[in-house]
C-alpha cells in the first residue's frame, strides 16, 4: 500500500500544533515530521524532538546542497524539510504529517502532487491575533512579524485540498481525523 504524505498549514498561533497533538494522541500510527529551523528553541523545545535546530550556516549549506524537500524564510527566520529524512520515513512504511508554511506547502505539492494539503483557517482575524498573543511564547516584534504574514497566508489557503475551521478544538481535530481517514481509504 502506497504512503500518504499530508501538509497542514495555517497562520502562527491559529493552533495547528493543538490540533494536531489531539489528532496524534488518537492516532499515533501517524507520524509528524520534525523541521530544521534556524530560530531559536522555546522553553520546553528539545533539539531532534520538536525541530532540529541549526545554525544559519548549516541551513545555507543545506539549501547549497539540495538537501532540503522544501523551505522558506517566515517571519526573520528559515524553515525546511530534509529530503532524506522524509524519504527514509517514507521508506520505513509511515504515513507523515508536515506542519509547514504555505510556501512550503506549495513546494511540496509542486515535487509530490499526491501529497494532500490541509489549511487550518481561524474563525476570525480577532481570535487569531487573540490566540497567538495569548501564547505567550513571541515578544511583539515577533508577534507582528506573524500577523504581517496572515492576509498571504489566507490567499494561498485557496490552493489547498482542503480548509477546516479551527473553532472549537474537538470539532477541529475529528474533521481532521475523517479528511486523513477518507483520503487513507483512497489508497
Ligand atoms: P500554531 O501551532 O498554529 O502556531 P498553537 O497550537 O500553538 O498554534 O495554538 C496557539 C494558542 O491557541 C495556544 O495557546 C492554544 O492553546 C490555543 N488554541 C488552539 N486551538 C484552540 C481552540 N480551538 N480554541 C481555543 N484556543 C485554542
Ligand atoms: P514556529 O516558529 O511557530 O514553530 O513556526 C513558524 C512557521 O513555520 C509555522 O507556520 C510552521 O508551520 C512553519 N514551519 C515549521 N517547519 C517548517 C518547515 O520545515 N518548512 C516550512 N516551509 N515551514 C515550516
Given at each position: 500500500m502506497n504512503k500518504k504524505l499530508f501538509v497542514i498549514s495555517g497562520s502562527s498561533g491559529v493552533g495547528?500544533?493543538?490540533?494536531?497533538?489531539?489528532?496524534l494522541e488518537r492516532n499515533p500510527e501517524f507520524m509528524l515530521s520534525i523541521s530544521c529551523t534556524t530560530?531559536?528553541?522555546?522553553?520546553?523545545?528539545?533539539?531532534?524532538?520538536?525541530?532540529?535546530?541549526?545554525?544559519?550556516?548549516?541551513?545555507?549549506?543545506?539549501?547549497?546542497?539540495?538537501?532540503?524537500?522544501?523551505?522558506?524564510?517566515?517571519?526573520?527566520?528559515?524553515?525546511?524539510?530534509?529530503?532524506?529524512?522524509i524519504n527514509q520515513c517514507l521508506e520505513d512504511g509511515k504515513d507523515i504529517i508536515l506542519e509547514i508554511?504555505?510556501?512550503?506547502?506549495?513546494?511540496?505539492?509542486?515535487?509530490?502532487?499526491?501529497?494532500?494539503?490541509?489549511?487550518?483557517?481561524?474563525?476570525?482575524?480577532?481570535?487569531?491575533?487573540?490566540?497567538?498573543?495569548?501564547?505567550?511564547?513571541?515578544?511583539?516584534?515577533?508577534?507582528?512579524?506573524?500577523?504581517?504574514?496572515?492576509?498571504?497566508?489566507?490567499?494561498?489557503?485557496?490552493?489547498?485540498?482542503?480548509?477546516?475551521?479551527?473553532?472549537?478544538?474537538?470539532?477541529?481535530?475529528?474533521?481532521?481525523?475523517?479528511?486523513?481517514?477518507?483520503?487513507?481509504?483512497?489508497?
Amino acid at each position: 500500500m502506497n504512503k500518504k504524505l499530508f501538509v497542514i498549514s495555517g497562520s502562527s498561533g491559529v493552533g495547528k500544533g493543538t490540533v494536531l497533538k489531539g489528532f496524534l494522541e488518537r492516532n499515533p500510527e501517524f507520524m509528524l515530521s520534525i523541521s530544521c529551523t534556524t530560530r531559536s528553541p522555546r522553553p520546553g523545545e528539545v533539539d531532534g524532538v520538536n525541530y532540529f535546530f541549526i545554525s544559519k550556516k548549516e541551513f545555507q549549506y543545506c539549501i547549497d546542497n539540495n538537501k532540503f524537500l522544501e523551505w522558506a524564510e517566515f517571519a526573520g527566520n528559515f524553515y525546511g524539510t530534509k529530503k532524506k529524512y522524509i524519504n527514509q520515513c517514507l521508506e520505513d512504511g509511515k504515513d507523515i504529517i508536515l506542519e509547514i508554511e504555505t510556501n512550503g506547502a506549495m513546494q511540496v505539492k509542486k515535487q509530490m502532487p499526491e501529497a494532500v494539503l490541509i489549511f487550518i483557517c481561524p474563525p476570525s482575524y480577532e481570535t487569531l491575533e487573540n490566540r497567538l498573543r495569548g501564547r505567550h511564547t513571541e515578544d511583539e516584534d515577533t508577534i507582528q512579524k506573524r500577523l504581517d504574514e496572515v492576509k498571504k497566508e489566507l490567499k494561498a489557503a485557496e490552493n489547498f485540498d482542503y480548509r477546516i475551521v479551527n473553532d472549537d478544538l474537538e470539532t477541529a481535530i475529528t474533521t481532521l481525523e475523517s479528511v486523513i481517514k477518507g483520503e487513507m481509504e483512497k489508497c
